[in-house]
């Protein structure tokens, strides 16, 4: 793949990815009822007792605004993730952190729907083209 497709597909993955990461999540923090019910399949408020509806609705919030949080800060920091190798390695690892915990919950916890593979594959692609094309701009 030439330098230039790369850096496309790369700046496609790393845009979309915190774009979703922005929007699913301050998303998930402000409709936690709902996104419950559209990522897991069931109402919290329907299935369990009121105060572990409530204990999860709360988690899920907190994990969903950091997740806003993180897409914002990065975002913010684009410039340093792609030309310094201190940010870039975080951002990676990052990254790979939560495809890793994908993984661990599919071992852990069992088959997931088939929209957590979905993503789980495009963030996977994405980390090794953001990967393969900022080992090019880090080397410059």
Known sequence: MSERALALV??????GYLGL???AGA???L?????VRLVAGFDPHEELSPRAAATLLSQHRFLRALEAGFGVL???????IHTEPASNRRFLALMAGGIGARVL???ADGRPNAGAYAFGGLEAVGLAAIYAHTRTTLER
């Open 105 to 107: 919950a599919r071992a």
């Open 10 to 15: 790369s700046g496609a993955f790393f845009h």
């Open 74 to 80: 990065c975002l913010r920091d684009r410039e340093r």
């Open 27 to 29: 998303g998930g923090a």
């Open 21 to 23: 990461c922005v929007v």
């Open 31 to 35: 409709l936690g009822r709902r996104d």
